[in-house]
């Protein structure tokens, strides 16, 4: 398969060949002819290079000068093709010399012809000022449609953006120290493990047998990857651990989970099980200072008579095994249950209701009263609660249910068959 590389070139042989290194690497990888290099060319030069990467090995099929800021800044710059057009506000240059595109000929306004004024697609018509001017104007509250977007950013975009930058360091480390025969098998592993290792293989004999070429022999080549594949995880595991470590507390703490429990699916080193040691210590750190911060919350909403709040914060843990301490518990508890009272309104005690049971306090709640004129639905909503809540069963006067089941996440099956959580 044909890639595009970066490398350097290390040294010219007495043959005139030169060897060569991937861009960042320790030591040379192979050679290439002269033919293919630039006149001119010193040692120490980068490049970027077509390669051939398969079981055999790299091959290096052509070399073009590497590219420059001044070259990148031309392949960013989009060139306009078209008809010259000259506006009130902005005067637009098109690229002379070239035949207009066929979307240029015909444009929305109709097949053959330029788009006329009279076309209400048309950017800059009378129809898109109208609803540009609608779509700045306020509403009832005064805040127009760009002040009514939602400033917040999904919580799944922030974690994407605060994941930490890759790092290859290891990885290009552990390469340089193997064998050019062993190099395009650490690859696959690198790509997908020993799977991609047995798909190459697969792909290679295919393409062999079409050009009636023989075959190579699997066994071998699994062996040594299952030899390489301790190597070649460890050395990813350490990509990720560093990066991680580096970024500190910008690091969502799901991705330092993560990458705690993968250490121990590696063959850890000396530096390995510092770092495991260093990220298990910041994970504790930083968990720590979050069931803290959670159980200030909670004492700070029950010290102010803020019960709701209070039972609210309680719902959401920083952590699964996150819990409550006995004193704070029976303060919340009790707390809840002097806030329903008969006195309560009906729709502020349903609320409460609400959060009771899914709080982690409801089976000690003992609620004082029922509101002095409930409806139907409370009533119904307490007999359904009862079973969460046991002091409702004793306040309306029926046995105490058995409590609800836990919650089941639903499974489905995909249209592959497997099983869906």
Do not use: C, F
Request: hydrophobic share 35%.
């Amino acid at each position: 398969m044909s890639h595009r590389i970066e490398i350097e070139l290390t040294s010219r042989t007495e043959d005139g060949s030169w060897t060569w290194r991937a861009a960042g690497a320790r030591q040379p990888r192979g050679t290439v002819s002269a033919a293919l290099v630039p006149e001119g060319t010193l040692v120490g030069a980068v490049l970027r290079a077509e390669v051939d990467i398969s079981l055999d090995g790299t091959t290096v099929t052509g070399l073009v000068p590497a590219r420059t800021k001044a070259d990148q800044r031309s392949a960013d710059r989009i060139e306009v093709v078209g008809t010259p057009h000259r506006g009130s506000d902005v005067n637009v240059r098109l690229a002379p010399g070239k035949k207009p595109r066929r979307e240029d000929r015909g444009g929305r306004g109709g097949r053959g012809r330029p788009a006329g004024p009279g076309d209400g697609d048309r950017a800059g018509s009378p129809r898109d000022a109208r609803l540009s001017r609608e779509a700045r104007r306020p509403d009832s509250s005064g805040a127009s449609d760009r002040q009514r977007r939602p400033a917040s950013r999904p919580a799944r975009e922030r974690d994407r953006q605060r994941r930490p930058g890759t790092s290859t360091a290891y990885r290009n480390e552990a390469l340089a120290g193997l064998r050019p025969e062993e190099l395009p098998v650490a690859e696959q592993l690198l790509r997908g493990g020993i799977p991609a290792v047995r798909q190459a293989i697969d792909e290679q004999n295919a393409r062999a047998r079409a050009d009636h070429r023989p075959e190579v022999t699997p066994a071998p080549l699994l062996s040594m990857a299952e030899r390489l594949l301790p190597i070649v995880n460890l050395a990813a595991w350490k990509d990720r651990a560093v990066a991680a470590r580096n970024a500190g507390k910008e690091v969502p703490l799901r991705e330092v989970r993560s990458i705690v429990a993968a250490a121990s699916t590696v063959s850890l080193d000396k530096e390995a099980t510092e770092l495991t040691a260093a990220l298990r210590t910041s994970l504790d750190e930083r968990v720590t200072a979050l069931r803290e911060r959670w159980v200030s919350r909670i004492s700070s909403a029950l010290d102010e008579g803020r019960v709701s709040e209070a039972l609210r914060t309680s719902l959401k843990p920083p952590e699964p095994a996150a819990r409550l301490s006995a004193e704070l518990a029976l303060e919340l508890s009790v707390a809840a249950g002097r806030a329903m009272t008969a006195e309560t309104p009906p729709e502020e005690w349903l609320a409460l209701l609400e959060l009771v049971v899914e709080s982690p306090v409801r089976r000690t709640v003992k609620p004082l009263g029922l509101p002095s004129t409930p409806d139907e639905a409370l009533l119904t909503a307490a007999r359904r609660a009862s079973g969460s809540v046991p002091e409702l069963a004793r306040l309306l006067g029926i046995p105490v249910p058995p409590p609800p089941r836990p919650r089941r996440a639903v499974t489905a099956r995909s249209p592959a068959g497997r099983r869906v959580r």
